[in-house]
């Protein structure tokens, strides 16, 4: 049981919009910031989103982050099949004093 | 170029242990804080460990607090992770993973993350 709460799986067609939620709590997401993490299929996790809603270099505008209270939100949009992979968020747990991640979501571009 | 190589993971029997060495390279190790993270088989990730820069604050996930022991050596550009006490549900992908500098634990993202290595535990 995962300390913050993501969807298992969304879905959507190429070029359409997706979002991606993410709940928690007043100790992790409202009180933290929170990033999100891009896993395609047989490798390691990279970084897309940081401090809620910055994006690294190289990290497409496609790929946005907000937060309200203690839910975090993931957004994507033109999506391409190349963006199918499980997504996830993560932030600190300022009660637990421990980093906790979401369950992560698949998605799928039909 | 930023490398981040996870090496010692293998087969070993429940109870047993085990020590993960990550190589850095490419950036100065001493200045970033690290972590381990752990993936199951089919499963999500799991936050393990933190160790600041210095190695002076450090952090564990209950699952492993007494049994898991992170630990860093600047002069020789590695991170180290010793498990004791293994259980079947030890059994995963264990990533090394780098937060950015001067964050702290609160403000924690990882910027990086190693290929990782992976640990079974089985008899």
């Known amino acids: 049981q995962s300390v913050l709460t993501q969807p298992p799986s969304v879905s959507a067609a190429p070029g359409q919009k997706v979002t991606i939620s993410c709940s928690g709590s007043?100790?992790?997401?409202?009180?933290?910031?929170v990033s999100w993490y891009q896993q395609l299929p047989g490798t390691a996790p990279k970084l897309l989103i940081y401090?809620?809603?910055e994006r690294p270099s190289g990290i497409p505008d496609r790929f946005s982050g907000s937060k309200s209270g203690t839910s975090a939100t993931l957004g994507i949009t033109g999506l391409q099949t190349g963006d199918e992979a499980d997504y996830y968020c993560?932030?600190?747990?300022?009660?637990?004093?421990?980093?906790?991640f979401g369950g992560g979501t698949k998605l799928t571009v039909l | 170029e930023v490398q981040l190589v996870e090496s010692g993971g293998g087969l070993v029997q429940p109870g047993g242990s085990l020590r993960l060495s990550c190589a850095a390279s490419?950036?100065?190790?001493?200045?970033?804080?690290m972590n381990w993270v752990r993936q199951a088989p089919g499963k999500g990730l799991e936050w393990v460990s933190y160790?600041?820069?210095?190695?002076?604050?450090?952090y564990y996930a209950d699952s492993v607090k007494g049994r898991f022991t992170i630990s860093r050596d600047n002069a020789k550009n590695s991170l180290y992770l010793q498990m004791n006490s293994l259980r079947a549900e030890d059994t995963a992908v264990y990533y090394c993973?780098?937060?950015?500098?001067?964050?702290?634990?609160?403000?924690?993202?990882?910027?990086?993350w190693g290929q990782g290595t992976l640990v079974t535990v089985s008899s």
């Open positions: 401090d809620t809603n």
């Open positions: 160790i600041s820069n210095s190695g002076s604050t450090i």
């Open positions: 490419g950036f100065t190790f001493s200045g970033y804080e």
């Open positions: 007043s100790s992790n997401i409202g009180y933290n910031y």
């Open positions: 993973a780098r937060d950015p500098p001067d964050r702290g634990p609160v403000g924690t993202y990882i910027d990086f």
């Open positions: 993560g932030t600190w747990d300022s009660s637990l004093s421990a980093g906790v």
